[in-house]
C-alpha cells in the first residue's frame, strides 16, 4: 500500500510523493531520489521501493519539479534545485512522524542523495545505484542542444517521448556542482551499487565514489543488471541488498 503525499519544491511548485507504508514490523523509514528525467514511477524507484517497503522500510519516492505528477518547468530545476528539495523531501518526513534513516539514489539521483545527505534531516546512511561521480556527467544526454543553450538562454530538448525546455541556468549550475568534496566530507556509513555492464554511467564512478568516501563505506556489483534495473527481478535484488546493509543503521 502507498499514501499519496504533496509538499512544496524550495522554488515554490508542489511536488508530488508516494510513501510506500512498511509490511508487518516497521525496521525504518527512507527516501529513494530518481534519475535524471526519470519519476516516482520509474522501475528503479517503484521496484525498488515497493520491496524495500515488504522488508519493512517504508519509502518516499517522489517527482521531481514537472516531472511526472509534480506542479512547475522542468527547465526551471537544476542539480541544486533537486538537492535542496530531496532535504526538503526528508524534512516532510520528519515532520509527519516518520524520518528517514536511509537515503538511496540512482542515477543522477544519486548523485543528489550524496550531495544531500549531510543535511538531510535523520538521515543515518546512503545508498546508491549506478551514480555518476560527476553530475555534470548528465551533459552527454543533452550535448545536441546544449551549444544552443548556451547561446540562446534555452532551447527545447526532445527525451523520453516527450519535450522539454533546457535552460542556461540549469546547465551553468550543473558545471559548478563539485559532488568529489561532499562525498569526502560525508560523514555517514555509504552503499554503492553498480553494474559492470551499465552502458549509461560506467562502472569507474562507482570506483572514484567508493575512493572518495570514509569508511564505513562499501561496494557492492550488480552483475547482470542494466543502468534502469529492467531486467527482471534486479530491482529487487538492489532492494534485497540495501536492506540487509542498512539494518544496523536503522
Do not use: C
Amino acid at each position: 500500500m502507498s499514501e499519496k503525499v504533496r509538499f512544496p519544491s524550495v522554488v515554490g511548485p508542489e511536488l508530488a510523493g508516494a510513501i510506500d507504508l512498511p509490511d508487518g514490523e516497521i525496521r525504518g523509514w527512507g527516501i529513494f531520489v530518481h534519475g535524471f528525467t526519470l519519476g516516482k514511477g520509474s522501475p528503479a524507484a517503484s521496484r525498488v521501493s515497493k520491496q524495500l517497503a515488504r522488508e519493512g522500510i517504508g519509502m518516499l519516492r517522489f517527482d521531481n519539479l514537472g516531472i511526472g505528477d509534480s506542479d512547475g518547468d522542468w527547465g526551471d530545476g537544476s542539480f541544486t534545485v533537486k538537492v535542496q528539495d530531496t532535504i526538503r523531501a526528508a524534512a516532510m518526513m520528519a515532520e509527519r512522524g516518520t524520518p528517514a534513516d536511509l537515503l538511496v539514489g540512482h542515477s543522477w539521483g544519486g548523485a543528489a542523495a550524496l550531495a544531500a545527505a549531510a543535511e538531510a534531516t535523520g538521515v543515518r546512511a546512503v545508498a546508491t545505484i549506478g551514480a555518476p561521480v560527476d553530475p555534470s556527467h548528465v551533459e552527454r544526454q543533452y550535448d545536441a542542444v546544449v551549444d544552443r543553450v548556451l547561446s540562446e538562454g534555452s532551447h527545447e530538448w526532445f527525451v523520453g517521448g516527450r519535450t522539454l525546455v533546457l535552460k542556461r541556468a540549469f546547465v551553468e549550475d550543473v558545471r559548478r556542482a563539485h559532488l568529489r568534496d561532499r562525498i569526502g566530507e560525508l560523514d555517514l556509513p555509504l552503499l554503492v551499487l553498480h553494474s559492470p555492464t551499465d552502458n549509461t554511467v560506467d562502472i569507474a564512478n562507482a570506483g572514484e565514489i567508493f575512493n572518495e568516501a570514509r569508511h564505513p563505506r562499501s561496494f557492492v556489483s550488480l552483475e547482470g543488471a542494466d543502468h534502469l534495473l529492467t531486467a527482471r527481478g534486479q530491482a529487487q535484488r538492489a532492494a534485497h541488498i540495501i536492506s540487509a546493509w542498512a539494518d544496523q543503521y536503522m
